[in-house]
C-alpha cells in the first residue's frame, strides 16, 4: 500500500495547484494544463511498478464499455486504450509508461478473442509505428474480420484465427524477433506529434501553398504497384493459405459498440496489407438499413425503431464515413491517397441526419448555461468520456468545426477542464468507461483531437458542412432531449467528488436535519436493545410507520446488526420500500448505503405493472453489475420477477460472467421498448 500512496499523494500535489475552470486564463492554456495532468495519471499508472490497468481509483468490471474484454478477453484492451491517448498525447514512444504498455500489448496480442481488445490493439500498433509490429496488425485484422455477423455488424468475440497454445507461443516468438521497445522504428511521418495539433487544423483559413508537384509522365499507373503495398508476413500468408482466416462467426447480429471499434479497428488495419473492403461496404449497409425515425442508431438492432443513442449515432456515422472512403479513397502510386467523388458525403441525406440528431444533442446540453451566460452546464454528459471520444472521432473525420452550429471542441473541452481531477484523471459514470484510465483516456483522445483516419479525414476537409440542429432546442426541450438520449447507468457521484451524497427522502414531511438524526439515532437505539418479543413489534411499527426516520434507522440497524436481528431488519427495510413510487427506487439504488441499495433493489421486483418497467429495470440492471455481490444478488432477484427471465450472475462470479450477465439483461431490456 505504501508506493501506492505515495504515488496517488505526489500526484495529487503535483496538481493540487493546476487550472480550474475558474482561473483567469485562456483556454488553450488550460487545454494543455488538462492535457499534462492526464498524461502524468496515466504514466504513473503504466509505469513499470505502476498499478496497471484501473489505475488509483475506482473501477474493475462494469457494464458497457467499462473493461474491453467482457467476454473472452485479457483486459489487454485497456493498455492499449491507454497507450494510444499517451501517444496522441505527445509523449514519446520511448517514454517508461509507453515501452511498458507496448511490452504487455505484444506479449498478450494473440491471446485474447474480445472485439474491443483486438481493436484497440490494432489501433494502438499502427499509431506506434514499428515495422516489426505491422505482422501483429495483420493476424488482429484478420481475426476481427472473423467476427463480423451476418448482418454486418460485431458482438463480444471473434473466435477466427484459433491458435493452440503451442501455435501462439511459436507464432509470438517469430513475430516477437525483431521487435525493439526503445526505439520503436518506421514511424508514420504523418502522425509523428510531441504536442496537440493547434485549433487551426479545422479552419478553412487558407493554407500555405505546397511546392508543385513534379511532372508525372503520362503512363504512370495511377494504383499503387505490388512493391509499394505492404505485403503480409510469411506466417500470416501461411495461416492464410491454410484456411485458418476463414468466416467463424454465425450468429446474425452483434451491437452497434462493438461495432464502432472494429469499424476503427479495420481501418487502421487496411494500411497494412489487408484487405477489408468487403467488411467495411457490409457496415455501411448495415448502419443505412438501421438507422431511426429521429436520424440516429440505437444500442442494438432490437432498439432500431426505439429511442437513439449519441455514442450509438456517432458510431453510425463513423461507419457511412469508411464505408465510404473504403469505396472512393485510392492510393496512388506515390502511396498518396485520393478521394473520388468527395463531395457525395455532403448531399448523403442519412450522414445529414445523423449530424442533426447529434447537433440537437449538444445543443440541448448547450443551452443550458449558467445564470451569466458563461460555460455550458454539462449535466449528465460530465460522466460518458466514451461519448466525448465518439464526438471527437466524428468532428475529425468529416473535417467539422462545428455540429449543429457549435464548436464541439470549445464545448467538450470546457465540460473537461471543469470535471478534471487533482490528480489529473477523469471519473467516468462507472458505465460507459468503467476504470479510470479508460476514461481519463478518452478524455485525452478528445482533448487532443486524436484522428486515427487521418488519411481520409484529410481528404474531406471542407467537403463536408454542418447541417445544423434537426429541431429547435430551447425551454422545456431541452431537458426531455437530453434525457431521451441519456443511456448512463445510476451513478454515485460521491465517488467522483469525495462529498458525502445526502438520504434519500423517502417519505414526504418537513424535518430539520438535526432533529431528524437525534429521532434516528433514538430508533436505532431501541431496537437494537430490544430483545426477541419487543424487537417484532418495534419491526412492525418501523416498518409502518411515516416519516423518512424509520427508513433510515432500519438501514442503520440492518448495517449494526447481526443474525436474526440483521435479517428481520433488511426484510421490514425492503418491505416499506415496496410502498414508495418507481422514482424513488431508482434514486435509492443509486446511493451509498448498500442496504438501502440492496432493499430498493429488491422491493423493485414488486413494481411489475409500472408503466416505467423500462427505466427500473435499467437501474436494476447497473445494480446486477455492482461491485457489491450482495446489492447484484438482490438486482438479479427483482430481474427475474419482472421479467420472467434469468440471466445471472451466479453467487460468487468472475468478473468476466458478471458483465456478460449485465449485457445480457441489457439485450433484454431493449427488446422491451
Not at 417 to 443: C, E, K, L, P, Y
Amino acid at each position: 500500500m505504501a508506493p501506492r500512496f505515495a504515488v496517488t499523494f505526489a500526484l495529487l500535489f503535483a496538481f493540487a495547484s493546476g487550472s480550474r475552470a475558474g482561473d483567469p486564463v485562456d483556454n488553450s492554456e488550460r487545454i494543455k494544463t488538462a492535457i499534462k495532468g492526464g498524461q502524468t495519471y496515466l504514466r504513473a499508472v503504466f509505469k513499470p511498478g505502476g498499478p496497471g490497468a484501473g489505475g488509483f481509483g475506482p473501477g474493475g468490471v462494469v457494464p458497457g464499455v467499462a473493461v474491453f474484454s467482457p467476454i473472452g478477453g485479457t483486459g489487454i484492451g485497456s493498455f492499449a486504450l491507454s497507450g494510444l491517448a499517451l501517444l496522441e498525447s505527445g509523449v514519446s514512444p520511448r517514454d517508461e509508461a509507453v515501452i511498458n504498455i507496448t511490452r504487455y500489448c505484444r506479449e498478450g496480442a494473440l491471446s485474447s478473442n474480445s472485439t474491443y481488445d483486438i481493436s484497440l490493439l490494432i489501433m494502438f500498433f499502427d499509431r506506434l509505428g514499428a515495422r516489426s509490429d505491422r505482422a501483429f496488425i495483420q493476424f488482429l485484422t484478420y481475426r476481427l474480420l472473423t467476427g463480423q455477423c451476418t448482418d454486418g455488424s460485431w458482438s463480444y468475440s471473434c473466435a477466427g484465427m484459433h491458435l493452440d497454445p503451442v501455435q501462439a507461443n511459436a507464432l509470438r516468438a517469430t513475430l516477437l524477433a525483431n521487435a525493439k521497445l526503445t526505439t520503436p522504428e518506421g514511424v508514420r511521418p504523418a502522425e509523428q506529434k510531441e504536442k496537440p495539433r493547434p485549433r487551426e487544423d479545422l479552419d478553412d483559413a487558407p493554407k500555405p501553398k505546397k511546392d508543385p508537384p513534379k511532372d508525372t509522365p503520362k503512363d504512370a499507373p495511377e494504383e499503387p504497384t505490388e512493391e509499394a503495398k505492404p505485403r503480409l508476413h510469411p506466417v500470416i500468408r501461411r495461416i492464410i493459405e491454410q484456411g485458418g482466416a476463414g468466416p467463424a462467426n454465425t450468429q446474425g447480429s452483434g451491437d452497434h459498440s462493438n461495432t464502432q471499434f472494429a469499424t476503427v479497428g479495420l481501418w487502421c488495419g487496411r494500411r497494412h496489407g489487408v484487405d477489408v473492403s468487403a467488411a467495411l461496404a457490409a457496415i455501411d449497409k448495415h448502419y443505412r438499413a438501421l438507422q431511426t425515425p429521429d436520424g440516429g442508431w440505437s444500442y442494438t438492432i432490437a432498439g432500431a425503431l426505439s429511442a437513439s443513442s449519441p455514442s450509438m449515432t456517432c458510431a453510425g456515422l463513423m461507419g457511412l464515413a469508411l464505408g465510404f472512403g473504403a469505396k472512393n479513397l485510392k492510393e496512388r502510386a506515390d502511396r498518396e491517397p485520393k478521394l473520388e467523388d468527395p463531395e457525395s458525403l455532403n448531399k448523403d441525406k442519412q450522414v445529414m441526419d445523423g449530424l442533426k440528431y447529434v447537433g440537437s444533442f449538444i445543443g440541448a446540453v448547450g443551452a443550458q448555461r449558467v445564470p451569466d451566460g458563461g460555460d455550458f452546464q454539462p449535466k449528465d454528459i460530465t460522466s460518458d468520456l466514451y461519448f466525448m471520444w465518439s464526438l471527437e472521432r466524428v468532428g475529425m473525420v468529416y473535417g467539422l468545426k462545428t455540429i449543429g452550429e457549435i464548436d464541439w471542441y470549445d464545448w467538450g473541452s470546457k465540460i473537461l477542464i471543469r470535471n478534471q481531477q487533482r490528480d489529473g484523471s477523469w471519473r467516468g459514470d462507472g458505465f460507459h468507461s468503467g476504470s479510470v484510465d479508460n476514461s481519463t483516456s478518452f478524455a485525452l483522445l478528445f482533448l487532443c483531437r486524436a484522428d486515427l483516419t487521418s488519411d481520409l479525414s484529410n481528404s474531406l476537409k471542407g467537403r463536408v458542412k454542418d447541417p445544423g440542429a434537426s429541431r429547435l432546442v430551447g425551454g422545456g426541450d431541452i431537458s426531455k432531449i437530453v434525457d431521451d438520449a441519456r443511456k448512463a447507468s445510476a451513478s454515485n457521484r460521491s465517488a467522483e467528488t469525495g462529498k458525502p451524497k445526502p438520504q434519500p427522502r423517502t417519505d414526504t414531511g418537513p424535518s430539520t436535519a438535526s432533529a431528524e438524526e437525534a429521532s434516528v439515532d433514538k430508533l436505532v437505539a431501541a431496537l437494537m436493545a430490544a430483545g426477541p418479543g419487543e424487537r417484532e413489534v418495534l419491526i412492525g411499527e418501523y416498518k409502518q410507520a411515516k416519516g423518512s426516520q424509520y427508513t433510515d434507522a432500519l438501514s442503520r440497524v440492518a448495517a449494526k446488526a447481526t443474525g436474526e436481528k440483521q435479517s428481520q431488519a433488511r426484510e421490514a427495510l425492503a418491505e416499506r420500500l415496496k410502498r414508495m413510487t418507481t422514482n424513488t427506487l431508482i434514486d435509492c439504488m443509486a446511493y451509498q448505503d448498500r442496504e438501502l441499495r440492496r432493499a430498493a433493489a429488491l422491493a423493485a421486483g414488486s413494481k411489475k405493472d409500472t408503466d416505467r418497467l423500462v427505466p427500473l429495470a435499467k437501474a436494476l440492471i447497473a445494480r446486477v453489475g455492482d461491485q457489491d455481490a450482495f446489492v447484484a444478488q438482490a438486482a438479479r432477484t427483482s430481474l427475474k420477477a419482472l421479467s420472467d427471465q434469468d440471466f445471472g450472475p451466479e453467487e460468487g462470479a468472475s468478473a468476466s460472467d458478471r458483465t456478460t450477465a449485465v449485457l445480457a439483461w441489457q439485450k433484454w431490456v431493449e427488446s422491451q421498448k
